[in-house]
């Protein structure tokens, strides 16, 4: 069965660090981009950052650049996700997801469950 | 500009048709990918480029594209289809990756 599955959420105190994982299983991993989105709470959907398969081509949002890392370890079948000098806005749930990228095209087909970060005082 | 704009509302009666439309300069270049959510669930892809469906979503579920406008049509709605649906491309300058705000589906 092809899964995601995430960890690493919690809560933390702005300006803190945290680092969430996702372990994938039943596909080939490091044939894959992959990425991370999360959620706001009662918000939409926001696409975080995406790393190439070999991890030599990364592209965040503006608003984490600078402060949130991803990386993967095709090793270990892991993507990674180091988010430091967190803010309330950070607060949300992080899904990671098997990325498919093409000239013209994209989707996000496998999803994990979510991790849940609190960025609070 | 960089945004994907959708309703933020959409109705249908059971076993009608609707249509959730995503409007945006990117989708000129770039095809959008549909998600559904339902409450407390992780998304789940429901078209891709254009009108391709992933394996287990119903063919009422169907995808098309116009200059700045992608839509997602349901033909005859079903009450689990009630969720709220994004769309998603990549932005023009090729940096980024956008979702649309969201539509919430009510099935009546």
Known sequence: ?121 | SSELTQDPAVSVALGQTVRITCQGDSLRSYYASWYQQKPGQAPVLVIYVKNNRPSGIPDRFSGSSSGNTASLTITGAQAEDEADYYCCSRDSSAKYWLFGGGTKLTVL
């Open chain 1, 1 to 121: 069965e092809v899964q995601l599955v995430e960890s690493g959420g919690g809560l933390v105190q702005p300006g803190g660090s945290l680092r969430l994982s996702c372990v994938a299983s039943g596909f080939t991993f490091n044939t894959y981009w992959m990425t991370w989105v999360r959620q706001a709470p009662g918000k939409g959907l926001e696409w975080v950052a995406n790393i190439r398969r070999d991890g030599n081509e990364i592209y965040y949002v503006d608003s984490v650049k600078g402060r949130f890392t991803i990386s993967r370890d095709n090793a270990h079948n892991s993507l990674y996700l180091q988010m430091n000098s967190l803010r309330a806005e950070d607060t949300a749930v992080y899904y990671c997801a098997r990325f498919e990228f093409g000239f013209g095209y994209h989707y996000m087909d496998v999803w994990g469950r979510g991790t849940t970060v609190t960025v609070s005082s």
